[in-house]
């Protein structure tokens, strides 16, 4: 049996760190873990143009701890009215690295998100041609689509079409959580790739609902059947570089998330990496791991990989029922239980 495992410096390419006190309270766990992170942009207001952008990568710098070597790749939020010009002026600058479509009311921090993609197709055109990627909350948001169903409609109804009309776009379909969206993804170009969330490995539906209501194992897109998750742990495990870590961890203060109408999102950036490689262990596809958290999606950004390392040891890690983040009480993933591996260093 493996007892420790020692890979390149992963990266994770999807979290967020909101703002304020709340960042210098979660910032510095995805930083232990992570070289670089791609930094959602859907605060209150969203990061919608330069300027903004700019100064919340300022902020995130400063809240990096001493000592700690940590990357934020920033992104952009788009709206109906984004200017294609001001899109290129940040990614040349290197302000920003990728942009990010929210369908309008889809997630958290939605609300000024894109109301059709005909809205934003002459910035989708200009991202072709510098070579800018999209990342995509891929989920419809018509009324009449039931919510275990909205991804996989997405598919069809916005990304094939998509995909068609702009060959040349990068895209990567963030947080998968169906069979259609890793089937979708393994059959399209290399231009597409797609995220996969810890929770969307380790949890379907029944975590939510069985025994009564678990609003800690509520996110978006909504953990599905168990055909679901079986079918992400394959693609995650399967080697192919289209898949890649993405942790989507979303922090929301514990009494937000119990509440009447409690708020999407897990936060599991404090035990992310152990999270996932019990998943490759249980699959026995450990040596995959590297690809999957390192390589793969350096590689889909056109990014070198990290130098360094990093250990994990396969040892229990006991996880509290809730981390403070500087003041904020916030449940984490796996709260109350045990992973069988531990990150080392
Ligand atoms: N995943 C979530 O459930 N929530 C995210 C938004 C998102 O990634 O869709 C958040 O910002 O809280
Ligand atoms: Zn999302
Ligand atoms: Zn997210």
């Known amino acids: 049996m493996t007892e420790t495992l020692t890979i390149r410096r992963p990266d994770d390419w999807h979290v967020h760190l909101r703002d304020g006190e709340v960042l210098k309270g979660v910032l510095p766990y995805t930083a232990r873990q992570f070289a670089r992170a791609i930094v959602m942009p859907n605060l209150s207001p969203p990061m919608t143009d330069v300027a903004g952008v700019s100064a919340y990568r300022d902020r995130i710098l400063a809240a990096v701890p001493e000592g700690v070597d940590f990357t934020p790749l920033m992104t952009l939020y788009l709206t109906d009215a984004t200017d294609p010009d001001e899109v290129e002026r ?150 192919s570089a289209k898949f890649f870590l993405g942790t989507d961890t979303a922090p929301h203060a514990k009494h937000l998330k119990e509440a009447a109408c409690g708020c999407a999102g897990i936060f599991n950036a404090p035990y992310a990496l152990e999270s996932y490689v019990a998943v490759f262990d249980e699959e026995g596809a450990l040596d995959k791991f590297e690809g999957f958290a390192s390589l793969n999606g350096p590689a889909f950004y056109g990014m070198p990989v990290n130098e360094g390392t990093v250990t994990l040891e396969r040892m229990g890690t006991s996880v509290p029922e809730t981390v403070d983040a500087n003041g904020t009480m916030i449940v984490p993933f796996h709260a109350g239980e045990s992973l069988g591996w531990r990150f080392a260093s």
């Open 90 to 239: 940040g990614f040349t600058a290197g302000v920003f690295v990728a942009a990010k479509l929210y369908p309008a009311h889809a997630t958290t921090g939605s609300a000024h998100g894109v109301t059709a993609i005909a809205n934003i197709m002459a910035v989708l055109e200009r991202m072709e041609k510098i070579g800018m990627p999209l990342l995509i909350h891929g989920e419809v948001t018509d009324s009449h689509v039931d919510i275990f169903d909205r991804e996989a409609v997405f598919i069809e109804r916005t990304l094939i079409p998509l995909v068609k009309a702009l060959p040349g776009l990068k895209v990567v379909f963030e947080h998968i959580t169906t069979e259609e969206a890793a089937q979708f993804v393994a059959e399209a170009s290399d231009r597409i790739g797609a995220t996969i969330t810890p929770q969307h490995l380790h949890i379907n539906r029944n975590a939510m609902l069985v025994g009564g209501i678990r609003p800690h194992a509520y996110c978006l897109p909504v953990a599905k059947r168990e055909k679901h998750r079986l079918a992400l742990r394959k693609a995650a495990t399967s080697g």
